[in-house]
Nanobody, 115 residues
Framework: QVRLVESGGGLVQAGGSLRLSCTAS????????MGWYRQTPGIQRELVAT???????MYADSVKGRFTISRDNNKNTVYLQMNSLKPEDTAVYYC?????????WGQGTQVTVSS
């Protein structure tokens, strides 16, 4: 099993910044990548950003240039730096771990951007 602990969500005004953190523990050997997804009520969970073990990163078009994903391998932690936040970024953000043993999700952290 893999355990993911997220932190860093909250309420921020439009134009502000937040940084999300997600630390993985447990059977993390064989990790393929980690990433962040988000979900709003009634809408399917969508990819925000991912980082693979080969260093390749991917971003949703809606966050390119504003969000940056990074990883600290020594701490088994992935970060999502979110700048220039917009009200449409409001969602529950979920950390994702993809490995040879399976696909795991964090409990989610709420990000609310006020206009």
């Amino acid at each position: 099993q893999v355990r993911l602990v997220e932190s860093g969500g909250g309420l921020v005004q439009a134009g502000g910044s937040l940084r999300l953190s997600c630390t993985a523990s447990g059977r993390i050997a064989g990790m393929k990548g980690m990433g962040w997804y988000r979900q709003t009520p009634g809408i399917q969970r969508e990819l925000v950003a991912t980082t693979a073990t080969d260093g390749i990163t991917m971003y949703a078009d809606s966050v390119k240039g504003r969000f940056t994903i990074s990883r600290d391998n020594n701490k088994n932690t992935v970060y999502l730096q979110m700048n220039s936040l917009k009200p449409e970024d409001t969602a529950v953000y979920y950390c994702n771990f993809l490995g040879f043993i399976g696909n795991y999700w964090g409990q989610g952290t709420q990000v609310t951007v006020s206009s």
